[in-house]
């Protein structure tokens, strides 16, 4: 492993992220990511250490990543359901968070509807004075770092192997195309994305992006500057502004926001697509699924706006023909979805790791 | 470990516990809590066993008190839950504790809604001659001896943590306090304290406490006589009775009932609460959750009727504001609930290894 | 082990196995049954790769069987609950078994309500030319290999435990009674008896054997020619075909098909009874469960017409008095059903050991 200074007791957002921290998963998942190309993909590393899956709200796929994460790890897992459980009948959460951590539970891997409740469970364990991470697994429209950093750690590996780190998307452009409004996964790649100086352009019909959205960005602890954002008007598109000159006076905007398609993909090196909920459309937020496909969907021709090595991101699992079209989707050529699984795994090793190995 | 005698098979009930098995329990849950206190917080004990989780009636909070017990030790885990299973499907419950004998359990972990099915299934297997182990996780409104273990486990490790034994309880007051009527957790507990030669005081309202329920005590296995048993009169509140002088000819009262809460808690030394069933209201046993918590919910004021240091148990999940005033529930100088949780897992990963080493 | 040639990479049929491949799992799950008899029964042999039991369609019994099975491998498990996972949200299964690929699963133990989704499941992961295994545990009305192999060893091993393998069945007549039709493990059971050169004969109402059904037999890829058939007429009950000396041009008849009970159970030395689904009845293809048992359940009395050493088998769950008769069911005399759930474990440990062993 990397030597490394990781003072992080909980991952909970990406929003106070320092670049040393990026680069520390980066490399840690790396060196993990070598581990899974053994013949015996496993490390001891934390033998007799406990990882709870509280998943308050149910998610086979993320649950199973940080399942496979830990064990390989050689932790012991527990996994929570709320959907199958009788816990929570009358006691609050942060009940249920204790009763694990009085079993002696090491890392909590929190899923929840509702955003900011690995924070409260983090604060209540803080308070407490007791040495149990909390890792936030996705809290409803907040944030799902995991997400982001395993997304962040496929573009970082692909454009150099050896040597992931965050400097690498210095300058790329990179689009996010979907239901941002309701995606928490959209709001963690935002902050890392911005961290790494990429230039970062959100694509949404205005239902789904509203022009205040950016907001929130600049009113986060690093208080960004409002210079950081630049809205593309909705008709005729236009290009994105380029970036001027980078100042210390006078940040470049990182932060693009369009209602079409076409600006964000234009010259764009990757393109990372979001899961479209089938609820926003009952809540009238969409006319159809076809029309968001027509006018939204990622689709061979589309792509041909983008730079040539363009690639195509998405959490999974994909609605396909919605945010996608099938066989780009399947086109290893273009599409970086199973590398993003692979991904998960080892970068979930290396939160679990970072978080787990202090636990002396 | 302690060396001991341990020749029980199986842990179904604490009506026919010894004071030397008390205290074996005891000791060794002693040596895990040592052992949990390490930074490697597993042991080799049970490799190569299969412990099975049988929940016919579910159970997250106590399902994953006996898997952590179970991964601590080492042992391999199935869980069963029936919520979930296909099993069952025209199959009796002893057919299926049969398949999970052929599959090669070594111990069932077994929790069910009616009254006795561990002691058949335990029955069975002794009829087949085989060396399973059964351990009852709670069954209907019989018995939950794991939890009336830890509950002592608590108690005594508060008293003496370097030498827990039954006998620390000799003449301390506990009060019972809740449904107890419907209670399994208060069943077990009932047989420890008095095997312990603890003074306990259930109180409860009449429709959660029938006159009739003592007979039970006496009834069972040891035959205790009447004398053990005094009834507290409804109204006014009467002061417990003061312990005669024991003397072999005729023993001390040990049980005593009350409709009031006032008496149970008169210089308590511990006060058990009971998580109450919402559905008791629904059946009419109870007026409201308000005058229930009015009446005999626990608070800082009624506390100061107890003896000063005293101490509060739950089983868990508490109906914060019911049983237990919320504030009361997180204070550390009173509540034992956390403890009791750790506890748990050393009074469970003691009872698999009781059972679990003989089995060579 | 024993020393083999086993260049299967999955297990989906028994179609197309070969009397070597029998043999071969016969052997290998004859070291683990011996495994299985040590103090320790574990085994290193999988540590670091991981089993994803992937039960689209819900089976405690089969999932426990497999979980164990990995477990005394070393392996590491996950298991996927269609019934409580969100995923297969939008996505095909395909895409839910390309997740777990990318993962890192090594072994995909796959069951399903339709036929044919582990053999398009295994075709995608060697279009991918992927080292991953799929492993059927059962597919719609198509094949439950496991099943038949353990069915297979556990009568191989009655015969000779020292040495069970494929010939020692030669000859001998098995009855196969019951819902012929809807049964995956009929199918698969069909396969290795005929392979072994038993005599196998069915026998069920009409409507659970339609005369067409051995036509599957003869068109699958070994080409059987038609005579290996013989059908008894309906009424009056006829005496199973004699078999014909053997010769390679014309092979004996090895596949009988009864519409009552008693012309299969005739000198039979072994009976295998399959599961009835209640269903049945709803859709009219049966009377009533009394009617059925009348006229197709297995009794004491039914059995005086077989061998006297006759076994009878069935894969469970039992519906006690429909299938068999409930005290026949227990009677060790006659009924392996705990032995079959016994072999189950060795036979799963032996097909994962040979798929797995490969993935140096």
């Known amino acids: 492993m990397p030597t490394t200074t990781w003072n992080r007791h909980h991952v909970l957002s990406l929003a106070d992220f320092t670049t040393a921290e990026y680069d520390t998963v980066l490399q840690t998942a790396a060196s993990f990511q070598e581990v899974l190309s053994r013949r015996t993909k496993k490390v001891p590393t934390l033998q007799g250490q406990v990882v709870a899956n509280l998943f308050f709200e149910s998610s086979t796929r993320t649950r199973s990543s ?55 469970i983090a604060a209540e364990m803080d308070r407490l004075g007791v040495r149990v991470s909390v890792l936030n ?10 997400q982001a950093l395993l997304d962040l750690f496929t573009i970082c590996t692909l454009i150099d192997p050896a040597n992931p780190r965050l400097e690498l998307l210095k300058g790329k452009k990179i ?42 960005f600049s009113e986060e602890p690093r208080a960004r500057s409002q210079e950081l954002l630049a809205i593309s008007p909705s008709s005729p598109p236009a290009p994105p502004a380029s970036p001027a000159p980078s100042s210390s006076s006078s940040p470049t905007p990182q932060l693009f926001l369009h209602w079409q398609l076409e600006p964000a993909l234009q010259d764009a090196d990757f393109v ?10 009952t809540a009238h937020l ?67 790791y970072l978080l787990g190995s202090g636990k002396a």
């Open 66 to 120: 940080f399942e496979i994460a830990a064990k390989r790890l050689s932790a012991d897992t527990l996994n929570f359901a709320a959907a199958t459980s009788s816990m929570t009948k009358g006691e609050t959460i942060l009940d249920t968070a204790k009763t694990y951590l009085a079993m002696g539970t090491d890392i909590m891997v929190i899923r929840h509807r509702e955003a900011g409740v690995p924070n409260a």
């Open 137 to 146: 697994a996705g809290d409803g429209q907040h944030e799902h770092p995991s």
């Open 175 to 216: 689009a996010i195309v979907g239901d941002i409004l309701h995606s928490r996964v959209a709001r963690s790649n935002i902050w890392s994305l911005i961290a790494s100086g990429a230039q970062v352009h959100l694509a949404a019909p205005p239902t789904l992006l509203p022009k205040l959205f950016a907001e929130y």
């Open 272 to 281: 990372m697509t979001l899961r479209l909920q089938k609820e926003r459309m």
């Open 286 to 352: 969409l006319p159809s699924l076809r029309e968001y496909h027509q006018l939204f969907g990622i689709t061979r021709t589309k792509l041909q706006l983008c730079k040539p090595n363009v690639k195509v991101l998405h959490p999974g699992p994909v609605n396909r023909g919605v945010e996608i079209s099938s066989d780009l989707m399947d086109d290893p050529e273009f599409s970086l979805i199973q590398s993003q699984v692979t991904s998960g795994v080892a970068v979930r090793m290396a939160l679990l």
